[in-house]
């Protein structure tokens, strides 16, 4: 509070609506993180079909209308339960912008930045997996999961190619190898489903599958 605040005995009007739009945004906030954790939830115990809106309000202790102002229907909130789990967080940074891929890009050494992307992989992968996958189950019955799922899919592939085009600029892949196979090989080495076989069915421990991803594509694409 301020001297002039305190002599006149409580904020200025303005500051009360300062005050009060960023009480609502934090407000906002948190109930949007309750909504999320509540889907998530629901979502892997029950199925996407079997959830519904009306019971993700309820276990978020919000409205429906609340969820669908925020997130527009059931698919879209799936979509920022998804975006949420790869992201760890609901910070509106581009993955592109991220810590680990800032010292991806700057570390001189092809090995090293295909071991920390391998790292980021395996802390990202225990979160978005499960997610992904129920979206791949949801997409044979529901038209509009499928489309969002191909987007996923898609988003990936992209991402990828960065990595591979990365790396291709740098002069670091084996002679003979495009920057468009080297993505195909990080998008089936990185894949959901690799994950799927080693971890999930197979029992492997996130540290060995992380060295698993840094020596496949080491191995499959450099000298």
Request: proline letters at 5%; glycine letters at 6%; zero cysteines.
């Amino acid at each position: 509070m301020s001297a002039r605040d305190e002599i006149q005995g409580g904020p200025s009007p303005g500051s009360n609506r300062r005050y009060d739009s960023s009480r609502r945004r934090e407000q906002a906030r948190i109930q949007r993180m309750r909504v999320l954790a509540s889907a998530r939830r629901l979502f892997l115990d029950q199925g996407f079909a079997a959830t519904t809106l009306a019971a993700v309000a309820a276990d978020a202790d919000v409205s429906v209308e609340m969820i669908y102002k925020a997130f527009r229907n059931k698919a879209g909130l799936l979509k920022e339960v998804f975006d949420f789990a790869v992201a760890g967080d609901d910070e509106p940074v581009p993955m592109v912008d991220r810590d680990f891929a800032h010292r991806i890009r700057s570390d001189p050494d092809p090995r090293k930045k295909l071991s920390l992307f391998a790292e980021h992989m395996a802390e990202s992968m225990p979160r978005a997996a499960p997610v992904y996958l129920l979206g791949r189950a949801a997409a044979a019955a529901e038209p509009e999961i499928k489309a969002l799922h191909s987007q996923w899919r898609e988003a990936q592939l992209s991402g990828l190619g960065a990595l591979a085009t990365h790396l291709d600029e740098g002069g670091h892949l084996r002679p003979g190898l495009s920057a468009e196979r080297a993505r195909d090989l990080l998008w089936t080495i990185h894949s959901t489903e690799v994950y799927e076989l080693l971890v999930l069915e197979r029992g492997w421990p996130i540290g060995e599958y992380r060295e698993f991803l840094a020596r496949s594509t080491a191995a499959a694409l450099l000298p």
